[in-house]
């Protein structure tokens, strides 16, 4: 039965460690993280809108009377 020719491991796991870590990195820069919400001054928030501020009322087709 042959034997397991192991010479040439210590080379591949050796050029595979920083093969794998610049991988990871260049992953790492090119993910799109969230930038954290800027805190804003609430005395200074202008409200913009452009329907009328009322109530309506919504009638789904369940609430409706049932007809005969």
Same mark, same amino acid.
């Given at each position: #039965? ?11 796991? #050796?050029?595979? !460690?920083?093969? *794998? @870590? *610049?991988?990871? %990195? !260049?992953? !790492? !820069? &090119?993910? +799109? @993280? /969230? %930038?954290?919400? &800027?805190?804003? +001054?609430?005395? *200074?928030?202008? /409200? +913009?809108? /452009? ?7 919504? @009638? &789904?087709? /369940?609430?409706?009377?049932?007809? &005969?």
């Amino acid at each position: #039965m042959p034997q397991l020719d192991t010479s040439a491991w210590f080379t591949i796991i #050796m050029t595979m !460690l920083p093969t *794998l @870590y *610049l991988i990871t %990195q !260049l992953k !790492l !820069l &090119s993910a +799109n @993280y /969230h %930038q954290p919400p &800027s805190q804003k +001054n609430p005395n *200074l928030q202008t /409200h +913009n809108i /452009h329907w009328q501020p009322k109530w309506t009322k919504i @009638y &789904s087709p /369940h609430s409706q009377p049932q007809q &005969s």
